[in-house]
């Protein structure tokens, strides 16, 4: 990988043992990936924000390199795991010691506390082409898709360094050629609901392997709330980075996903009928979701717990807006700062089973809380679990 000057002299530690740190980071995954160059990027977003996903070593190395590390370009955050504004819901004070460690951490490097998975729903968006450095699946698969703008899957350290150092290496799906798919999904079954677009794109992730993949048969993007759902489909179960839409592809090889390719999937993912806990927000609910479910719950009540989980800043707006008054007039409580996955705000100790509507959560629930999923879309939760007030 071909490497200016002073990128040579940062790697030999004459900017600091830090930016030498990050810098190998890069070279290293520059390498592995066949990267060509470093180049500039004007954002990153951050994963590895929650204790659960990174431990007690994630822990000391960001207590570490938060010393020196300072970001030079946007740096945003992925959900931690509670919401800061709610610690009384959380009884586990090693957890919650641990989790604000990270928080300081990033605060320290001058990352942006945003907590949250959609940042391509908060900030705004830079111009088609730009190089991003994004570590969050759903959002990496959102933004080359649907933005135009280039970034590999990144891994919570690569992503880091990029942000500290402000580039990243050029290579899989920052280059054109590999932003053009080799193999076409044609769905052979209803389109209908975001957990139908969440089906398909976990069907995707699973049996492509290339960065980018086609769905044969439509005209345009599905609706934002239904692309979200594919793309955490798509970020959840696989590599692959980015998906294009059309009526036709010209790709030779073509998977047809049909409704037996659908229940298998269902099936994997759909470990129960009912649930105790209704949960809604992986990705993150934005005011798409907020303004459909207070239309849905007008004059109704939910029959079970619901929690919402969506960012901060999207949960100001809907304040202002009067809609989480009527959702929370409904009995549902909003959780800000984390999101489903992986949060110790829901185990064992007060489920046995979820309602979600989302495949990423159900993905992660069944295998890493350990709890049963009720897998339904969002307008079906509304029917089966409210009722007249």
């Not at 955050?77 to 586990?92: A, K, S, T, V």
């Amino acid at each position: 990988m071909y490497l200016t000057k002073d990128e040579e002299k940062a790697i030999k530690g004459e900017s600091g043992e830090t930016i030498a740190l990050a810098y190998r980071i890069l070279l290293a995954i520059g390498e592995a990936t066949d990267a060509e160059k470093l180049v500039p990027i004007e954002w990153a977003h951050v994963s590895g924000v929650n204790y659960n996903t990174i431990g007690d070593a994630g822990v000391r190395f960001l207590e570490e390199f938060s010393n020196d590390a300072r970001t030079s370009v946007k740096t945003t955050i992925n959900p931690m795991g509670f919401d800061r504004r709610r610690i009384q819901d959380l009884h586990d004070e090693r957890f919650i010691l641990k989790q604000m460690a990270i928080v300081k951490s990033y605060e320290r490097i001058g990352a942006i506390p945003s907590f949250t998975c959609i940042p391509y729903e908060i900030f705004d968006i830079p111009p088609k082409g730009t190089f991003i450095s994004f570590s969050e699946s759903n959002a990496a698969v959102f933004s080359n898709s649907l933005l135009g703008l280039l970034t590999n899957k990144e891994s919570a350290l690569s992503a880091l360094a990029s942000s500290v150092i402000g580039k990243t290496p050029y290579s899989d799906l920052r280059m054109d050629s590999f932003r053009h798919p080799k193999i076409a999904i044609k769905p052979d079954f209803d389109l209908s609901t975001e957990l139908d677009y969440g089906l398909l794109g976990y069907f995707a992730g699973k049996v492509v392997s290339e960065s980018c993949v086609a769905f044969e048969g439509s005209n345009g993007s599905p609706s934002l709330i239904k692309s979200k759902a594919l793309c955490a489909g798509i970020g959840t179960s696989g590599s692959c980075g980015m998906f294009t839409m059309s009526k036709n592809s010209s790709c030779k090889e073509v998977i047809s996903c049909g409704n037996e390719e659908i229940s298998t999937i269902k099936d994997e993912l759909n470990t129960s009928e009912d649930g105790d806990i209704i949960a809604f927000g992986s990705p993150q609910l934005g005011m798409n979701e907020l303004n459909l479910i207070s239309q849905l719950v007008e004059h109704k009540k939910f029959t079970k717990r619901c929690m919402i989980f969506c960012p901060r800043s999207i949960n100001i707006q809907a304040t202002m807006n009067g809609i989480t008054k009527k959702i929370e007039k409904a009995g549902a409580e909003f959780i800000c700062d984390c999101c489903i996955c992986l949060t110790p705000l829901i185990t064992k100790e007060n489920a046995d089973s979820v309602i979600t509507n989302s495949v990423k959560a159900a993905y992660y629930l069944n295998r890493s809380n350990k709890l049963t999923v009720a897998l339904k879309d969002l307008e079906n939760i509304m029917v089966d679990y409210t009722e007249a007030r």
